[in-house]
C-alpha cells in the first residue's frame, strides 16, 4: 500500500512534537499498538532526523513515518533522505513541494484560503493541510469541498475525541492530530504510555467507516 492510500485509508496523522528520539518510538510503538499507523516527527524535535531514522528502521512499512513543520526545501531533503515517507509543512512554498516529488514522497502542504488550497494544490500537494483548522472548524471544510471538490484537506489544529467524526463527516480527508493526543510536556512513563495507546484506539475507532 502507498503511503497517499494509507493516510486515505487510515485518516489520522498522529504529531510528535518536542520529543527525544528514545522517546519518540516508545511513543511510536504505543500509537501502533492502539491503531495508529502513520505518524509526523516534527523537524523541531531534537535530533528530528535521528527520530525518523530510527522510527523507519524500527516499524518499516507497518507505519508511515514523515517529517512536519517543514519550512524550506532543505529540511525536506534531509528528512527524505533519513527515511520520511511524506513532507508536511505549517505553509505552502512551491520549492518544497518540488522537492518532495522529487524524491518521491506524499507532499503535505499547509494553506488557508480558498486560492492558497487551488494553489498549493496545483502545484503538486498532494493533500493541503488547512492549518490552523481551529480557527475556522468543520463547516469550512465542508464549504471548501463545495467548489473545489477533488481537493484532498487535512484540517490540523485543534483536533480531538470531540470532533474527528463532525470534520471527516464534513468530508476531511485526513486530519493531523497533535496535543490532544502526543502530549510531550509529560513525562513519558509506562502509565503514559498505556493511556496513549487507550486513546490512539479511541481515535481509531471515532475513524473507521470514512475511508476514500
Known amino acids: 500500500m502507498s503511503t497517499l492510500q494509507k493516510i486515505f485509508d487510515h485518516k489520522l496523522i498522529a504529531i510528535i512534537r518536542g520529543a527525544d528520539p528514545e522517546d519518540t518510538l516508545?511513543?511510536?510503538?504505543s500509537l501502533y499498538?492502539?491503531?495508529?499507523?502513520?505518524?509526523?516527527?516534527?523537524?523541531?524535535?531534537?535530533?528530528?532526523?535521528?527520530a525518523i531514522e530510527r522510527a523507519v528502521d524500527e516499524?518499516?512499512?507497518?507505519?508511515?513515518?514523515g517529517a512536519g513543520t517543514v519550512l524550506d526545501a532543505e529540511s525536506a531533503r534531509s528528512a527524505l533522505l533519513a527515511g520520511a515517507q511524506f513532507i508536511l509543512s505549517?505553509?505552502?512554498?512551491?520549492?518544497?513541494?518540488?522537492?518532495?516529488?522529487r524524491y518521491g514522497a506524499v507532499s503535505i502542504p499547509a494553506a488557508f484560503t480558498p486560492t492558497e488550497i487551488l494553489e498549493a494544490y496545483e502545484s503538486g500537494g498532494d493533500i493541503i493541510k488547512v492549518f490552523p483548522a481551529t480557527a475556522?472548524?468543520?463547516?469550512?471544510?465542508?464549504?471548501?469541498?463545495?467548489?473545489?471538490?477533488?481537493?484532498?484537506?487535512?484540517p490540523t489544529g485543534?483536533?480531538?475525541?470531540?470532533?474527528?467524526?463532525?470534520?471527516?463527516?464534513?468530508?476531511?480527508?485526513?486530519?493531523?492530530i497533535g496535543s490532544s493526543l502526543v502530549d510531550t510536556k509529560k513525562e513519558i512513563t509506562e502509565q503514559y504510555l498505556q493511556e496513549l495507546t487507550e486513546k490512539s484506539n479511541k481515535f481509531t475507532l471515532l475513524a473507521?467507516?470514512?475511508s476514500l
Open 90 to 101: 505549517p505553509t505552502y512554498k512551491e520549492e518544497t513541494i518540488r522537492m518532495t516529488k
Open 208 to 210: 473507521q467507516n470514512y
Open 59 to 65: 516499524f518499516g512499512d507497518r507505519m508511515a513515518v
Open 26 to 29: 516508545k511513543i511510536v510503538k
Open 158 to 176: 485543534g483536533v480531538d475525541l470531540t470532533n474527528v467524526k463532525e470534520y471527516l463527516e464534513a468530508g476531511a480527508a485526513g486530519l493531523g
Open 136 to 154: 475556522v472548524g468543520p463547516k469550512f471544510i465542508k464549504d471548501i469541498h463545495g467548489p473545489l471538490p477533488q481537493i484532498p484537506l487535512l
Open 33 to 50: 499498538e492502539g491503531g495508529i499507523r502513520v505518524v509526523e516527527i516534527t523537524m523541531n524535535s531534537p535530533k528530528a532526523l535521528t
